[in-house]
């Protein structure tokens, strides 16, 4: 093989939930969640909202579907899209990532919308020696549309 299709081969990803987020970011998101209404943040009432303007292009909105076993994505924010380099929005959760990464995923998300408590966590690519890209992720439960659903909100910080 030559060097490029070594590292490519080399590549991997590691997600882990965490207590705690480094980006910079993170403290607004968070204010935004601390600081939400009594019944709840509403999609189409409380996001968009100016008090988060500026994370709006970080965002990701899952709807759980297919009996809870998959989560569309409503929407997906500007810097989502350069990310997965195309408009995500309409995709399913199982259609962006592999089974592994696709159940770790679909789990902490669902365990944030079930438990209606946020989750964090940490997401590197790269190589054994080299980390290509670090993804913090805040998965925050939300109220859909209609007032009685819930989906999440996921906060992507990309170092």
């Known amino acids: 093989m030559n060097g490029a299709a070594t590292w490519i081969a080399e590549q991997q990803s590691e997600y882990i939930c965490v207590k705690a987020l480094e980006h910079w ?5 968070l204010h935004f969640w601390e600081h939400r209404p ?9 996001i968009p909202s100016r008090s988060i303007a500026c994370l709006l292009n ?24 350069r990310r997965f380099e195309r408009d995500i929005a ?12 696709f159940a770790i995923r679909f789990r902490t998300t669902m365990e944030a919308i079930e438990q209606n408590e946020p989750r964090m966590a940490r997401v590197t690519h790269g190589t054994k020696d ?3 890209m670090r993804v ?9 549309p209609n007032g009685s ?11």
């Open 90 to 101: 309409g995709l399913k959760m199982s259609e962006l990532f592999g089974p592994a990464e």
């Open 25 to 29: 970011l993170v403290p607004q998101a």
């Open 130 to 132: 080299f980390e290509v």
């Open 136 to 144: 913090e992720l805040l998965i925050l439960p939300v109220v859909a």
């Open 38 to 46: 009594a019944d709840g943040i509403v999609v189409g009432r409380d």
């Open 149 to 159: 659903d819930r989906w999440a909100l996921t906060f992507c910080f990309y170092f």
């Open 58 to 81: 970080r965002v990701i909105v899952y709807e759980p579907i297919d009996d809870r076993r998959d989560l569309k994505v409503r929407l997906a924010g500007a810097v989502v899209f």
